[in-house]
């Protein structure tokens, strides 16, 4: 939370996107971007192409590396 409040206070807009740093996820992180008014990640590579992730807190976008 401190990190999104970071980013908007230096861009004066919420963040909707996300890159895990070494691509290092918990079983508990897409679903806690949800949570958070995330729109996308891309932090996973099983796919080449964009797909949908239902989370129990809703649906992200994931992107592929």
């Given amino acids: ?4 409040r970071i980013l908007e206070g ?3 807009q919420l ?4 890159r895990a740093p070494s ?3 918990t079983d ?3 679903e806690i971007l ?5 729109v ?3 932090s ?3 796919h080449d192409v964009p797909y949908f992730v239902d989370t129990p807190a809703g649906r992200l976008v994931e992107a592929p590396v």
């Fill in 34 to 38: 949800a949570q958070r008014g995330f």
């Fill in 28 to 30: 508990k992180t897409l």
């Fill in 1 to 4: 939370d401190k990190g999104i």
């Fill in 15 to 18: 963040p909707v996107g996300y």
């Fill in 23 to 25: 691509f290092e996820l």
């Fill in 40 to 42: 996308y990640d891309s």
């Fill in 44 to 46: 996973l590579m099983a």
């Fill in 10 to 12: 230096i861009t004066g």
